[in-house]
């Protein structure tokens, strides 16, 4: 069993930063892809980015491309999701997934694909 918690959400101005953190307890291997999912009201939740542990291979949604950063911390065994140049539209929940599984590819953006879920962390963008 994987444990996931999130933190690091809250209020910033548009065209600011964010540094979210997943914390990953339990049986994470090198064998695991992290993802970041978000889920704005009234909308899906929708895929962010995602890492695969080993090796580090990186995968963005378009929306996000040159604007977030994820990465790991493998003496923390945490994921982080570094986020700058904020909009308005960044505005979700955002959740952190993971799935035991050595092949990332464009399967890595499905929620459905993952098996373990965190409980999410606001992050609300101001005009």
């Known amino acids: 069993q994987v444990q996931l918690v999130e933190s690091g959400g809250g209020l910033v101005q548009a065209g600011g930063s964010l540094r979210l953190s997943c914390a990953a307890s339990g049986r994470i291997s090198s064998n695991y892809v992290m993802g970041w999912f978000r889920q704005a009201p009234g909308k899906e939740r929708e895929f962010v980015a995602a890492?695969?542990?080993?090796?580090?291979?990186?995968y963005y949604a378009d929306s996000v491309k040159g604007r977030f950063t994820i990465s790991r911390d493998n003496a923390k065994n945490e994921v982080n999701l570094q986020m700058n140049s904020l909009k308005l539209e960044d505005t979700a929940v955002y959740y952190c997934a993971a799935k035991n599984d050595y092949g990332m590819g464009p399967w890595a953006s499905s929620v459905r694909w993952y098996s373990y879920w965190g409980q999410g962390t606001q992050v609300t963008v101001s005009s």
């Open positions: 890492l695969r542990w080993s090796g580090g291979s990186t």
